[in-house]
């Protein structure tokens, strides 16, 4: 068995082969920073084998970037999902306007997405977020789930549960 003797100044001489522009690269890089060859290889090959050359940290944040994309996909996909519903639930209860009452409706309409902008001003001023919130809440209790299976009047359901929970 052949036994490694150690150097003295724990430094061990290794000679790899380089391209003859690669050499030139690196003697040129070597002059200009003032420094040897060796530190600069050395300094290389640690960056390399503990992953924190360049490349390596664009992959980490190329990585954060593409699971911060899934989840907005999949928001995206629950908003759009939510939104269908919704229009669906109110195209099935609103009934048609009459001319003669468009004006008002129009008005009304109008009262309605101002106090709506600002009721969403001071959720989103709050921190809220809607899918979260999604997974978090209860969506209603039985009595109001019920309620709303009986096609019973949704607004007059969600009045009750909120003065009940105190949220009038």
Sequence with gaps: MKT????KIGRV??????SATV????ANFSAAKGTSESQIVESALCRYFDGVGDAALIHKQLGRLGRSQQRIHREVNIFMQVFSAWTKSWHARTPPIPGDMW?????????WHRQFIEHMQQELADGRDFVNDLVREVIGDADELEGLAQSEDPEAV????GKRDGDS
């Design 23 to 26: 050499a030139r690269r690196l």
């Design 158 to 161: 969600a009045e009750r549960a």
């Design 4 to 7: 490694r003797i150690r150097p």
């Design 103 to 111: 004006d008002a409706a129009q008005k009304g309409a109008e009262l």
């Design 13 to 18: 001489r290794i000679q790899p082969y380089l």
